[in-house]
């Protein structure tokens, strides 16, 4: 078990090795561990080799010069200069906070950039702002639109924070497939076979081979079939793809660079990187902030008090797993497969940090 | 067959019978008729008698004073004076419209409205200004939260209209849900099961029974079930609930009002009226009109260039089934049904209108 802050230490000393300033760093490692805190294992520390091959590559600037391009009053578009996303949204949704304070919402699109993280963390910094937090980003391409083959969408997720008042905030933070990656790879390890409706051949009929992706197949958008309304979350995924690269100039569709390293990204390029898009209403830009917060927790007590299903215990809303999760990780720790402490070990090695073993 | 045009002066002559403006009887007809020429049949004309008797009920105000409440340069509440929606959502688009003109973005809640027809109608006024619209709105309770049997959410539709340059606009219009209220409604009428992962039993079991719904049944949020992401579907439902009610000062979850007369709303409330959310970007707000479009034609071309899963003809891009029937039903007309035909010359009688039979 290795608590929070000795792997955000290590996270940190790890971007500043590769030149990151020491302020980004920072940053870069508190994106990184929210996702450890939260249960999203495959965005946190396990991420982090794969940023710094990245770098090796020459296809991550450790320390980015971040320039804003174009803006109005409630919008702009940035150049994240190559930059980790970790370290790009987060300055994104800064100007986004900023320019709700001054016009009531504000909406930053960023081109040029590398992995941003969990969605969450991002939408998350308006919170405290007593502003409603929103972010997306597009992906390397591992899912097919509905009716077809061709992987041409990331999983391309959304995230919405929403305060509230007595009540902890409502989070949403989800991919626009009908699972998260993380899972197919999780079975295949196990040599296990996975539901039908995760993804598909590479014909595009169902499959329960959670090895499919190796094999032509695709990943299949929220609804899984046409009857059950994946076209939805091709939509979905489709506006997440629009507004994170057309609308900043970044790549989009099949022309997204992949995150991991080791496969090449194809030459054709239509921008800069890939690209997200963060925003931030102010809620008493709406209505007084006391107000919207105790009707919010009005809101969050009913949908808790809605009668559980046959077998179920309780109803959920949005953002109560993420914070169990985070509880009982902040007492207990966070464990780390075998295979990422060899991995963190060996990236210690390289730059003279320790990775301890316990 | 009906042409649009003969419907659309029907439906305008009803409003101003009931003691409707010309100008908003007009508009209101517009966005009734637009959903009969996109083929969204259920939120067309059909529905037309049943906003005149939530008016003879005095659930709805034939001729609305609409009134801003609140507002920032960018954000506004309106007050909807419990106006059709119709009519509301336009005027309120207009508001985010004029706001995005000045400072780039503008959103607007609404309180104290009824049923506004198809989200799209709204969220494509913006694409003549060279703007993104944006609609969402919350509906009556039908739908269960994952794990629940409480009917809290309405179909909660999100809209997303995107201008391009040569190729048409990308226009997403979708209910939250995994299929359409209208589906269950036309299999029950030919006494016809319906498939599994559309709604569930009064215990939360799945089941295939088209009638469900009169007998404790509740419709499914998209992704039909938690092992395929119906929590995802859950989510966006609550976002739009929020952002429709909350933020505005409306009815949400289950103490939305029923848009059917014959259904009394329940005595406690905890706003006024239904809610919507609308918004608009301006594109050169982030980027230049004509690159973003030339972007946006490429991004349509390549997803309709993707190949076809096996036994599927071509692959489509938000918008284009909604598009093929306008063409159809411009040229060929609109049939009704005779039900339909029925409710509407019995309309007319009270107000001396003449319905024709052709």
Redesign the interface.
Known sequence: MYSASYLEKFIKEIFTSIGTSENDAIQAAKVLISADLRGVDSHGVARLSGYVRLWEKQRLNSNPKIKII?E????A?IDGDLGAGLIVAPFAMKIAIEKAK????G?V?IRNSNHFGIAGYHSMLALEHDMIGFSMTNASPLV???????K?LGTNPIS?A?PAGKQPP?V?D??????ANGKLEVLQRKNMSM?E??A?DS???PTTDAAILKKGGAMLP???DR???S??????S??V??FSA????AN???WVPPFVAYIDPIKES??DGIGHFVGA???D???KTD??KS??D??IE??RS?????????????GDPEREITKERLKNGINLLPAVVADLKELGKKYNIIFSDN
């Open positions: 174009h109005t009053p409630s919008t578009v001054n016009v009531g919402s909406w699109a097919a639109p509905t009716f077809s083959t061709s041409f919405i929403i409502v949403i989800m991919a626009t497939t009908s699972v539901p409706g995760w598909q014909d595009g009929n929220l609804g899984s009857i059950h309304g076209h939805k979350g091709y939509c979905l489709s506006w793809d629009i057309v609308l900043s100039g989009y569709g099949p239509v921008g209403w102010r809620v830009a709406f209505r107000e919207f009707h919010m009005n809101w009913k949908f809605a009668t559980p299903a046959k077998g179920e215990e309780k109803v959920l809303i949005p």
